[in-house]
């Protein structure tokens, strides 16, 4: 199996210091729905993985991150692509779980979902938070500029040999001619 995580919130979508709280605020980053759709047509399974403390803040409910999701899956879906599993954490930053990224667990949930060993699994995100819950899970971590992105290379807080894109579109790409077999 070909597997590749996402982080949600500036790969996918727009981020927002406010939180997203309703599917009219998820919207696209140009490109990443076709991005998603290209990983599967190259047959990766794509998971995201994804911080959601604004549940815990009471910013949103399940129900809203629910129809944030159905209305992913569904413009992914419509554009050709499938994501096989989204991993959220529901907690608040000083809730101490082991789930919330910089910690592994959205990625081992993921890994025990798909009875995989993640080393040389990449994990593309836009922060060191992200970066960090790769290097924990053994996966591979590629950072795209989009949302924190830009910033986190800018402040030099990723580790040398950290693959980085412009976006999404740019890593998917990179990922699918790698995986392709020689011609």
Known sequence: M?????????????DSDAYIKSPNEWTPIPGSIEAIAALTKAAFTVCVATNQAGLARGLFDEHALEAMHAKMHQLVESAGGRIAFIAYCPHHPDDGC????????????????????LA?????GDSEKDVAAALSAGARPILVRTGNGTATERDGRIPDGV???????????ALIDSSSPPR
């Open 163 to 173: 693959a980085v894109y412009d976006d999404l579109s740019a890593a998917a790409a």
């Open 2 to 14: 070909k597997l590749v995580i996402l982080d949600r919130d500036g790969v996918i979508n727009y």
């Open 120 to 124: 040389g699994v990449p994990f593309i």
């Open 98 to 117: 082991d789930c919330r990224k910089p910690k592994p667990g959205l990625l081992l949930r993921i890994a025990d979902k798909f009875n995989v060993n």
